[in-house]
């Protein structure tokens, strides 16, 4: 299940190469950890995501569901800062709120990368630190970014897709259950607040025998991304 190691963000971007903001195709490592995605979000403002989880086999994987994450800007900190608190799912399901003071990224990121690093070991095993130390790596080095159209409320907005197939050379990947192809794609646009519009996860095993894991997590009025 997702946890929320917020320190793990600041980890990881340490670990990524400085990007030049001169370009006119943004960086994957800078649009994703150098954007001051909440900065101008104002206070008091709620980021709903919708988390739909879909195993292809439920007795595995356990049950899909629907739930909300939500990102709340409490208030306005250090200057170009926000003090946010982010509540993970409802009901039987809601985690501890999480409080965080003095942001300017967004924290939907570290909660998709966390969760994402973790789903892909449950299927395919390995070090959890090993994982997200690739991961990482592989987003600055190895992702790829393209132009995208997202619907956001009713219009179309110009925007990107980040692409990542971090484990697909990795050297560690024949013991990785036929799971080392699992896509991750992140689509955002600085037209919608926070930045971050769509955020998915496909686990497919060349197995064909294994399950199959899709996770989606959507910003409320997002529609397609193409």
Do not use: C, W
Request: glycine residues 8%; hydrophobic residues 40%; without cysteine.
């Amino acid at each position: 299940m997702l946890r929320l190691p917020f320190a793990a963000l600041a980890a990881l971007a340490l670990l990524l190469p400085a990007a030049a903001h001169a370009e006119d195709m943004p960086k994957p490592s800078d649009i994703l950890f150098n954007r001051p995605h909440i900065a101008s979000v104002a206070a008091g403002t709620v980021l709903d995501y919708k988390f739909v989880r879909k195993p292809s086999n439920e007795k595995l994987l356990g049950v899909g569901f629907t739930d909300d994450i939500t990102v709340k800007i409490e208030s306005d900190g250090a200057p170009g800062k926000k003090n946010v608190l982010v509540q993970m799912y409802t009901g039987d399901r809601a985690r501890e709120p999480q409080r965080i003071t003095d942001m300017d990224g967004n924290p939907m990121l570290v909660v998709y990368l966390d969760g994402a690093v973790s789903h892909f070991r449950e299927l395919a095993g390995g070090d959890s630190a090993y994982l997200k130390h690739m991961f990482s790596q592989y987003l600055g080095k190895g992702a790829t970014i393209a132009p995208v159209k997202i619907m956001y409320k009713g219009q179309e907005v110009d925007g990107y897709q980040v692409t990542a197939t971090p484990f697909a050379d990795d050297p560690a990947r024949a013991k990785m259950n036929g799971f080392e192809n699992a896509t991750f794609k992140i689509a955002l646009s600085d037209k919608i607040p926070g930045y971050f519009a769509q955020m998915v996860s496909d686990y497919k095993s060349t197995d064909k025998s294994a399950p199959s894991l899709l996770e989606t997590t959507t910003l409320e009025g997002v529609g397609a991304v193409k």
